[in-house]
């Protein structure tokens, strides 16, 4: 009898362990398959020389199509790819050559400037769409590395103070702040976290601008359900409002005044009223009547950060319809496009060809709009970005009486 348990367990144990080695080779070790093509016929004509003379060509090319095919100067991507092609340039293999840097970097660049998909891409470049998948994330991180620098929030009272100069229209501000929805596609396992109120998944981007429509703070990545008021609440730069480390000038009063006025920020409906972000108010309003007189005020200066994101969108054109790339990536994706926004802006060679004249939009003294900025003319309702929801909320008693404050110095004003 013994005999006979020992052999059903042995029977039971070589049993199992065919078992377990069937399923280890079905499902841990995949088979290797054997590729139709290791590189498809039209790839086979792809070497260094004959893709860098194609960019060579469009350098010479005396109609400027270099400017618009990457939306700067030949110099500033010179220098763009001698900061970045340590960090993405890789080794020949005895299969292929490597994909030089430059050439990663002009399929990135014409990535976010066309909005092409990686399929149209391919064809252009001469290289596979899952290659193209891997080269813009990796070329985007080098990017953001090397163009850090280019946003940052001034560290004294008087880096403010001379931000305050810029806006002109409306004494005390110290930038205008907003954000939008990115429109992505449903990422996997993710149920409604970016589902937002326009019915379709996004991130946010929060941004806060100066007077000469460049970024001073950006961050991006909060969920499209999370609230407006969520999404500001939980940024570092409503964190560091709130442990008062943002080292603004003193509150002084507005000329004619004598209640002492901190800076603040320009918003609009979406944003909470607090001491430091000046919102218009709700409703409608008579002409002349001091809060008309105000919101006009507000959003004649305010109107920066919509032609900042309105520019972003006109040039980079990865923003024209839903990004069709997972969250992580595309947060890369947009902080590349805001700090190449800044670097363009500033740069000497650049800054005319991402915005040429009438880019923006252009006031009067009397804050009416004359001429509409081009861009205008060329975002679309299928745009990815895309406004916060306005929520009607009950603010603090001393932010309304500073608002109340800047409305009597406007109407007094007018008046005169």
């Given at each position: ?148 620098d280019q946003i940052r929030i001034p560290e004294d009272p008087q880096s403010w103070l001379q931000i305050e100069k810029g806006f002109r229209n409306f004494p005390r501000c110290i930038g205008a702040i ?117 919101n006009k005020k507000l959003s004649s200066s305010r109107v920066v950060v919509e032609n900042v994101f309105g520019i972003l969108a006109s040039r980079f054109r990865i923003f024209r319809k839903p990004i ?53 003319n060329e975002i679309e309702d299928t745009c990815a970005i895309r406004p916060l929801q306005q929520i009607p909320r009950r603010p603090a008693q001393d932010a309304c009486q500073i608002r109340e404050e ?11």
């Amino acid at each position: 009898m013994y005999v006979e348990i020992a052999a059903a367990i042995c029977l039971c144990a070589v049993s199992y362990y065919n078992f377990l080695n069937i399923y280890y080779k079905k499902n841990i070790i995949k088979p290797w398959r054997k590729r139709r093509w290791w590189m498809i016929t039209m790839h086979r004509s792809r070497n260094r020389s004959t893709m860098e003379n194609q960019l060579a060509e469009l350098v010479a090319e005396p109609s400027g199509q270099f400017n618009n095919f990457t939306r700067m100067s030949p110099s500033d991507f010179e220098y763009l790819l001698q900061k970045v092609s340590p960090m993405i340039s890789k080794t020949n293999t005895l299969k292929r050559e490597a994909i030089p840097a430059k050439i990663r970097l002009a399929i990135t660049l014409r990535f976010l400037a066309s909005g092409d998909n990686f399929e149209s891409l391919h064809y252009l470049f001469k290289v596979s769409s899952s290659i193209i998948s891997r080269i813009v994330p990796e070329v985007c991180i080098a990017l953001n590395q090397v163009l850090k620098d280019q946003i940052r929030i001034p560290e004294d009272p008087q880096s403010w103070l001379q931000i305050e100069k810029g806006f002109r229209n409306f004494p005390r501000c110290i930038g205008a702040i907003d954000g939008k929805h990115i429109v992505i596609q449903s990422p996997m396992h993710s149920g409604s976290e970016y589902y937002n109120y326009k019915k379709s998944f996004s991130i946010v981007l929060l941004a806060l601008v100066d007077s000469n429509y460049n970024f001073i703070f950006a961050e991006i990545g909060s969920q499209g359900r999370i609230s407006d008021g969520g999404v500001f609440r939980s940024s570092q730069l409503w964190q560091r409002i709130c442990s008062n480390n943002l080292n603004f000038p003193m509150p002084r009063p507005l000329p004619g005044g004598r209640r002492e006025v901190p800076n603040v920020f320009l918003g609009d409906g979406a944003f909470a009223l607090t001491t430091h972000v000046m919102k218009p108010y709700p409703g409608s309003h008579n002409e002349w009547t001091p809060k008309r007189i105000f919101n006009k005020k507000l959003s004649s200066s305010r109107v920066v950060v919509e032609n900042v994101f309105g520019i972003l969108a006109s040039r980079f054109r990865i923003f024209r319809k839903p990004i069709l790339l997972n969250p992580e990536k595309t947060t890369i994706i947009a902080m590349t496009c805001v700090l190449l926004h800044n670097f363009l802006r500033k740069s000497r060679t650049s800054s005319a060809i991402y915005a040429p004249s009438g880019t923006v939009d252009v006031y009067d003294s009397n804050n009416e709009l004359v001429t509409p900025g081009l861009w205008r003319n060329e975002i679309e309702d299928t745009c990815a970005i895309r406004p916060l929801q306005q929520i009607p909320r009950r603010p603090a008693q001393d932010a309304c009486q500073i608002r109340e404050e800047f409305t009597t110095y406007f109407f007094n004003n007018q008046r005169q």
